[in-house]
């Protein structure tokens, strides 16, 4: 028999530390979404070679497939030009009405372009709607250009962006996705990575009102600009982001959508075709939204709490205090059982009182992030009281 010193813990066998060591995993995977702790991501298969799909607010991410996955973005890349220029406009160091003159190389930049002329001359923001509207490289050369002094020192703020944003996986050597001629190098990033740079881009709402467009004039209307998103105007909530394809990169597109509240990331990379493309992203979003669930939690306005709050120096002393609307919030349904309802109310209230007059309020928490708040009121008139009662309330 082994005697236990009350100032020397016993020492764990040899046995029971493989036995302990053993079981670890079995325990992990036993209790994996239990405690705070966040349950894998749902995995993915499809027409695609890389896909994944997020919660905007919380980063959450809901499905995946090779998500870090190193692969060209192609077209996709422009969502980092927009999102430095926009920073840049955000910060007063230019204006979306800031005139641009177009440069010969700019203008001999090939591909998908809305063929800029040597010497024209468009507004900051008129050559960001072709970048996300239409994808023209010309005009994202252009505003490089404008930005930085040369398309190469703006990569350069790109790759600085994309490293604050902790983007790992992520290396642009142009600010267009084209492939890359002789000598250079190709753009290279992942699913998350998009994803984490949607997200920022989701900060400017010029973003979203550009990309929701199937199509804009341009030119003084000599120009349509065409979007190449086939999911715009059909699938319900979704006002964004980019596409891309070249050979190497296959039908990419970096898509978001909200719908009752919820808004969705999500990217597909590798795709066959343009309508594979869009059909799995339609799927992967309807079936991201499908995750989420209504919890109500106060059925109507002007519902009463059950205690009531002492009031100060009142002709009553205490007061019937009330929600002032309903109030419902859209999660995960894994977490829906998590959510708690906090009354934020002082331990006495002041009189005079009148009715509907906010004396607090009700906050919907998840895991310490608020969801949603309604104001609490008092639901009755509480004048001031007499001598006595100011003195001994």
């Given at each position: 028999?082994?005697?236990?010193?009350?100032?020397?813990?016993?020492?764990?066998?040899?046995g029971?530390l493989?036995?302990?060591?053993?079981?670890c995993?079995?325990?992990?995977?036993?209790f994996a979404?239990?405690?705070?702790?966040?349950a894998?991501?749902?995995?993915?298969?499809?027409d695609?070679?890389?896909?994944?799909?997020?919660?905007?607010?919380?980063?959450?991410?809901?499905?995946?497939?090779?998500?870090?996955?190193?692969?060209?973005?192609?077209?996709?890349?422009?969502?980092?030009?927009?999102?430095?220029?926009?920073?840049?406009?955000?910060?007063?160091?230019?204006?979306?009405?800031?005139?641009?003159?177009?440069?010969?190389?700019?203008?001999?930049?090939?591909?998908?372009?809305?063929?800029?002329?040597?010497?024209?001359?468009?507004?900051?923001?008129?050559?960001?709607?072709?970048?996300?509207?239409?994808?023209?490289?010309?005009?994202?050369?252009?505003?490089?250009?404008?930005?930085?002094?040369?398309?190469?020192?703006?990569?350069?703020?790109?790759?600085?962006?994309?490293?604050e944003?902790?983007?790992k996986?992520?290396?642009?050597?142009?600010?267009?996705?084209?492939?890359?001629?002789?000598?250079?190098l190709?753009?290279?990033?992942?699913?998350?990575?998009?994803?984490?740079l949607?997200?920022?881009?989701?900060?400017?709402?010029?973003?979203?009102?550009?990309?929701?467009?199937?199509?804009?004039?341009?030119?003084?209307?000599?120009?349509?600009?065409?979007?190449?998103?086939?999911?715009?105007?059909?699938?319900?909530?979704?006002?964004?982001?980019?596409?891309?394809?070249?050979?190497?990169a296959?039908?990419?597109?970096?898509?978001?959508?909200?719908?009752?509240?919820?808004?969705l990331?999500?990217?597909?990379?590798?795709?066959?075709?343009g309508?594979?493309?869009?059909?799995?992203?339609?799927?992967?979003?309807?079936?991201?939204?499908?995750?989420?669930?209504?919890?109500?939690?106060?059925?109507?306005?002007?519902?009463?709490?059950?205690?009531?709050?002492?009031?100060?120096?009142?002709?009553?002393?205490?007061?019937?205090?009330?929600?002032?609307?309903?109030?419902?919030v859209?999660?995960?349904?894994?977490?829906?059982?998590?959510v708690?309802?906090?009354?934020?109310?002082?331990?006495?209230?002041?009189?005079?009182?009148?009715?509907?007059?906010?004396?607090?309020?009700?906050?919907?928490?998840?895991d310490?992030?608020?969801?949603g708040?309604v104001?609490?009121?008092?639901?009755?008139?509480?004048?001031?009281?007499?001598?006595?009662?100011?003195?001994?309330?």
């Open positions: 028999m082994t005697t236990l010193r009350p100032d020397r813990p016993a020492r764990p066998r040899a029971n493989r036995l302990f060591a053993l079981l995993p079995l325990f992990a995977l036993l979404g239990v405690g705070g702790v966040v894998a991501p749902v995995a993915i298969d499809g695609f070679a890389a896909a994944i799909v997020v919660d905007a607010a919380s980063g959450e991410v809901l499905m995946a497939k090779n998500p870090h996955e190193r692969r060209p973005p192609a077209s996709m890349t422009k969502m980092m030009t927009e999102l430095v220029v926009l920073e840049k406009v955000a910060a007063g160091d230019l204006a979306l009405s800031d005139p641009i003159t177009v440069s010969g190389h700019a203008a001999k930049i090939g591909g998908s372009q809305v063929y800029l002329k040597d010497g024209e001359t468009f507004t900051v923001e008129q050559l960001l709607e072709a970048v996300t509207i239409h994808s023209a490289n010309d005009a994202a050369t252009a505003l490089a250009e404008y930005v930085a002094g040369s398309a190469e020192a703006f990569i350069e703020l790109m790759n600085a962006r994309a490293q944003l902790g983007m996986d992520t290396v642009f050597h142009s600010c267009h996705g084209l492939p890359p001629a002789r000598g250079q190709s753009d290279i990033s992942s699913a998350a990575d998009m994803a984490l949607c997200k920022a881009l989701l900060a400017h709402p010029e973003s979203t009102r550009w990309a929701s467009q199937a199509e804009a004039p341009f030119r003084g209307g000599e120009f349509t600009l065409h979007n190449p998103n086939g999911l715009v105007g059909k699938f319900p909530g979704l006002d964004g982001m980019k596409t891309g394809y070249t050979v190497p296959g039908f990419c597109l970096t898509a978001t959508a909200q719908q009752r509240g919820a808004r990331i999500s990217v597909v990379m590798g795709a066959k075709s309508k594979a493309r869009s059909a799995e992203t339609a799927r992967l979003l309807t079936r991201g939204f499908a995750m989420y669930t209504q919890v109500k939690l106060i059925d109507s306005a002007n519902k009463p709490l059950e205690a009531h709050v002492r009031v100060k120096g009142g002709s009553a002393r205490d007061v019937v205090v009330a929600y002032a609307k309903s109030l419902s859209l999660v995960l349904k894994a977490s829906s059982g998590k708690v309802l906090e009354n934020q109310l002082p331990e006495k209230l002041t009189a005079p009182l009148r009715p509907g007059q906010v004396v607090g309020k009700a906050v919907a928490k998840l310490g992030a608020v969801l708040e104001p609490i009121i008092a639901i009755e008139a509480v004048d001031r009281g007499s001598f006595f009662q100011r003195l001994f309330g």
